[in-house]
C-alpha cells in the first residue's frame, strides 16, 4: 500500500480491508449502500493496486474499511450446493479472501439455511476472522428471537463476532454503526491507504460539473453568457449507475433560452456529451438531469455559489 495521505490521523487509526459474503437476496448490496452512501468509490486508480475489486470505502475520523468483492468465496455462497461446495472448498476460494483482514458472513434473521452452513464449511480452515452479520433484524417479532439464533450459530462456527443489523435502516435500531464499530476491532492499526479527498464522491462530483461546463462551452462559444455557473444538486453513485442533477445558473431569461435552445436541442446535445463523458469518468451508467435556473445578480457571488455546489452533501 502507498504511503498515507492524511498525516493528521491519530496514532490508533484502523485501515483494513472487509469482504461480506452470503446467499443471493439476503442484503450485501443494502448493507452495502448503507454503510458507503454517496461516499463510494470504485474508480480510484490506487483501486488497481488491490487484489480485489474495490466496492466502497468507508472513512472516518477513526477508521477507514475498504469493502471488496472475492469472487471466489462468493460464489461458494451464491451457488450453495453440495457438488459446487466440493469443487471450491479449496484453494481458489480461500485464496480469494487472501488479503482481506474480515471476512462478513451475512445470514437472514429467520435463520440458517442448508446452503448457508455449507458456506461455513468453505470458511474452516480459515484463519481470517469471520463475522456473522444477521440481517433483517426488522423482520423479527421480538428480539428474543435472536438468542437461540446466535446459540445455534456459536455452536456452527467460532465466529469473531455475532453482530445483528437491518441493512435497509429501518427501525430504530438498526445496529450498522456497532457493526462498523467491530469490524474495526478486527482491523490493524494503520494510515489510511487512500486519500480520502481521491475517494469520495467529492472530486468527482467537481469532475462532473467540470464535463458539464466544458460542453457549455462548446456548445455554445463565446455566445456562452459570462455569469453562466453548474451546481450538481444531486450525486448519488451507485455500484451500476451514477443519478446526478446539475443546474445551471444564468442570470438573465435570454441566457435561459440561449443554453436551453431551440425546442430544447442545445441543452439536449449539452447534457448527452456530458452524460457521455461522466459515464467514462465514472465507468458506469450516468443519468444526468441539466435544469437550467436564472438568478439575476447572482454572478457577484460566483465563486461562493460554485463551491458551494462541489462541497454540498459530501
Ligand atoms: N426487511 C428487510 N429487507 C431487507 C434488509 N436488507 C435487505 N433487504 C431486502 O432484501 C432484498 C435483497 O437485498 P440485496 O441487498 O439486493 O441482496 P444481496 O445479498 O445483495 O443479493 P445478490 O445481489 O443477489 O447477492 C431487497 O429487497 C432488500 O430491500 C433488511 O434489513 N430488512
Known amino acids: 500500500m502507498d504511503t498515507p495521505k492524511n498525516s493528521d490521523q491519530a496514532a490508533d487509526f484502523k485501515f483494513g480491508y472487509v469482504t461480506i459474503i452470503g446467499k443471493p437476496n439476503v442484503g450485501k448490496s443494502t448493507l452495502m449502500n448503507r454503510i458507503i452512501g454517496q461516499k ?10 488491490t487484489r480485489h475489486r474495490i466496492l466502497g470505502i468507508h472513512t472516518d475520523p477513526e477508521k477507514q474499511i475498504v469493502f471488496v468483492d472475492t469472487p471466489g468465496i462468493h460464489s461458494v455462497a451464491k451457488k450453495s450446493n453440495r457438488k459446487t461446495i466440493n469443487r471450491v472448498i479449496n484453494k481458489t476460494a480461500i485464496s480469494s479472501i487472501d488479503g482481506v483482514d474480515v471476512v462478513c458472513l451475512m445470514i437472514p434473521a429467520n435463520g440458517w439455511t442448508d446452503g448457508d452452513k455449507l458456506v461455513l464449511k468453505a470458511l ?4 481470517t476472522p469471520v463475522v456473522l452479520v444477521i440481517n433483517k433484524l426488522d423482520k423479527l417479532r421480538s428480539i428474543n428471537d435472536l438468542l437461540p439464533l446466535i446459540a445455534e450459530s456459536n455452536e456452527l462456527y467460532k465466529f469473531a463476532d455475532i453482530v445483528p443489523v437491518s441493512a435497509i435502516g429501518r427501525g430504530h435500531n438498526d445496529n450498522v454503526d456497532r457493526l462498523m464499530e467491530v469490524l474495526a476491532t478486527h482491523l490493524p492499526h494503520a494510515p489510511a491507504g487512500f486519500d480520502e479527498d481521491q475517494i469520495t464522491d467529492r472530486s468527482f462530483r467537481f469532475l462532473v460539473s467540470e ?15 459570462y455569469a453562466t455557473a453548474v451546481e450538481v444538486t444531486e450525486f448519488v453513485l451507485e455500484p451500476e449507475r451514477a443519478l446526478i442533477n446539475c443546474d445551471i445558473w444564468v442570470e438573465k431569461d435570454s441566457h435561459k433560452s440561449m443554453v436551453i435552445g431551440k425546442k430544447g436541442e442545445a441543452l439536449k446535445q449539452i447534457g448527452t456529451f456530458a452524460r457521455k463523458n461522466s459515464e467514462v469518468l465514472l465507468e ?6 441539466l435544469f437550467v435556473k436564472v438568478r439575476s445578480g447572482w454572478s457577484d457571488n460566483a465563486r461562493d455559489l460554485y463551491s458551494l455546489g462541489y462541497d454540498e452533501g459530501s
Open 211 to 225: 464535463l458539464v461546463r466544458e460542453q457549455l462551452f462548446r456548445r455554445l462559444g463565446d455566445e456562452l453568457p
Open 284 to 289: 458506469r451508467k450516468v443519468f444526468l438531469e
Open 40 to 49: 463510494i468509490s470504485i474508480t480510484s486508480h490506487r483501486a488497481q493496486t
Open 124 to 127: 474452516e480452515h480459515v484463519t
